[in-house]
């Protein structure tokens, strides 16, 4: 206890090379975007005078009048509730199916978690490539052409180039979200699997001798038991639709009337390909409060948890 | 004994329609990639290739080859130094707990979770004043940065099992915080290595907002951002591009088949369980 402080100061100054880069590059320039997005930077002429003049909220302001805008929060909404809903759905059968211990388990479970492993960049590439639809009817590409195939042209449509929509769910956002969910539906299988094999046998055995059903056994107990990692897995996933940027800009990019646009890519073309600073950094400012209502809350309460 | 063979039946039926859905991309790749010039068409899209050519693969290995070197010099750097100060931070965290240290390891946390946005366009005007815009240097720093949080959440959850009375055991030997470092805790580390190497390693490869916005000459820019590149001019050269889409993705896939168990981990280590 002699070396209390000598430690101290030692434990600080192992840690001083991190918490300075975190507060420039984290805490730093979230200010900075956060400066940007309250002042008037919208051409590069503005950028290069570098005089700030406070606008206030005009460029929230604007944002939420932008049509473009509103399609993208639409668009994020849909996309992470139908993300999210078939991630976590597909995962949980698969982790039921796979826990079961089949033959040839490992080798499916590889299989469903092999896409985790790969670049939004790729799967962006090759799933255009599959969904692009050619012209309708005489001309099909891609999935439309195998349905033509297999007779099943019944099923042939526009897919991402689709400008339909429902109650503001745009449908061209289907095979975009079928990709997101072959992506990420691994990540919640591994971490159900996880947490089943931490389930004593004997809870499982003793419900089926009192005669509970599958379901039964699913529903009051299994899931139950799982909560806390669903929660988990349902807050790792949902900002992925916030950072989906690589995997849209790949596949669709904004799609037409931006049935396919999101908040990431209409920040990534304000700020770096028409210059509008401000409203590329009010974009970001509106995205980072989506993601911190939902982590900040989780981060306390598990921190909180922790010291219990 | 009838219902379980059903189950089983209906479970196999799922797993393979599923597999199908899951390796589908995979055989569009495949098949793609090794047709000839005048094989490959949107039309015979579905089909094998009558004949194996590699001549896809060569073009686009042509063109992306310094591409790969670029991320082979961002990735190897960045990985390695986001490792070393991952160990360093974790172990203060989880074993030389001070006053405030939960709440310094809940900012650092916090990091991990922003969407990279909200920190972008300051971080390219940085990137310009220190002149390291447009440069792998840049970005290995951009990544070691930001690879922060994570790497020092794998090693801190790591480090928490080892028994305390194992440094005080060690302290009474004479060892201080660095010797205790060195002597214990390095040496067993090598599992939490693995898990953040590999993750740093295949996350940086896949990695595309920064590399697109940090790089703009295509000499300096990763692998990820010259097949955007290559996908995305008109050519109707499918097989070069699904070759790309492979070369792409080669590294990390076998990373992936080799070290998949460390790969689990580290992607379970995300869910920030304590």
Known sequence: MKHKTREKLLSLSILSPSIIAITIFVYGFIFRTLQISFIDWNSFSKLLTGKIDFVGLKNYIDLFQDTRFQTDLWNTLYFTLFFILGSIFLGILLSLILNEKPKGSIIFQNIFLFPMAISFVVTGTVWRWIFSPGTLPDNPYGINLLFKKLGMDLFQWKWFTSTSSVLYFNIALIPVIIAAIWQFSGYTMAMWLAGLRGIPEQIIEAARIDGASKWQIFSKILFPMQKPITLSAVIILAPVSLKAFALIYNMTGSGPNNVTDIPAIYMFEATFRSNRYSTGSSIAIVLLMMVGLLIIPYLINNLKRRDD | ?274
């Open chain 2, 1 to 274: 004994m009838k219902i379980k063979q059903e189950n089983t039946k209906k479970n196999y039926l799922i797993l393979i329609i599923m597999t199908l859905f899951f390796l589908l991309p995979m055989y569009v790749l495949l098949s793609t990639s090794f047709k000839s010039f005048d094989n490959v068409s949107v039309t015979n899209m579905w089909n094998l290739p009558q004949n194996l050519s590699t001549a896809g693969f060569i073009t686009a290995l042509k063109k992306l080859a310094p591409n790969i070197l670029n991320s082979l010099y961002l990735v190897i750097p960045a990985t390695i130094i986001s490792a070393i100060l991952g160990s360093l931070n974790g172990y203060i965290l989880s074993k030389w707990k001070f006053k405030s240290s939960e709440l310094i390891f809940g900012l650092l946390l916090f990091g991990m979770f922003i969407p990279y946005q909200s920190i972008l366009l300051p971080l390219v005007k940085f990137l310009q004043n220190i002149g390291l815009y447009g440069s792998i240097p840049g970005l290995i720093l951009v990544h070691v940065v930001y690879g922060i949080p994570i790497t020092t959440l794998i090693f801190r959850n790591y480090y928490s099992e080892i028994p305390t009375a194992l440094i005080e055991a060690a302290r009474v030997d004479g060892a201080n915080l660095i010797g205790v470092y060195r002597h214990i805790f390095l040496p067993i580390s090598i599992p939490a290595f693995v898990v953040v190497i590999i993750w740093q390693f295949t996350n940086i490869w896949n990695e595309f907002l920064f590399a697109v916005t940090v790089t703009s000459r295509p000499a300096q820019q990763p692998i990820t951002v010259a097949l955007t590149n290559l996908a995305g001019s008109q050519v109707t050269e499918w097989n070069v591009q699904m070759s790309g889409a492979i070369i792409t993705a080669l590294p990390t896939l076998l990373i992936y088949i080799i070290f998949g168990r460390y790969f689990i981990k580290g992607l379970l280590a995300g869910s920030v369980k304590g």
